[in-house]
């Protein structure tokens, strides 16, 4: 893992940070603050594995297709692990995406 240095001693994960910017501009603003929500809610419990997938399967998906997963109207990509699905899911359940 590679991590920069800010602030002193403090260690940051610099896949992390480049992801967390990722999730909060994606371009429509809906999709910025579902996809930032996520992020946020989840960012202290992502393993290295899931950081990975989120960068390679989830942050490629188009706006109408990352809102589709998240509604449940389309599959989340199979690429993706048990643990991230899993989180993806709880996130869903928890805004009550769905049910949209």
Not at 78 to 99: Q, V
Request: hydrophobic share 35%; aromatic share 12%; proline share 2%.
């Amino acid at each position: 893992m590679e991590y920069i240095i800010i602030k002193g001693n403090i260690k940051v994960n610099k896949k992390l940070k480049q992801l967390k910017f990722r999730s909060w501009h994606r371009g429509m603003r809906e999709m910025d603050i579902l996809m930032g929500g996520f992020f946020e809610a989840f960012q202290k419990d992502f393993s290295d594995k899931e950081i990975d997938e989120i960068e390679q399967f989830i942050i490629p998906l188009s706006d109408n297709d990352l809102y589709n997963c998240f509604i449940n109207k389309i599959n989340w990509p199979n690429s993706i692990s048990e643990s991230l699905y899993n989180k993806l899911k709880i996130y869903s359940n928890k805004n009550g995406l769905n049910n949209s």
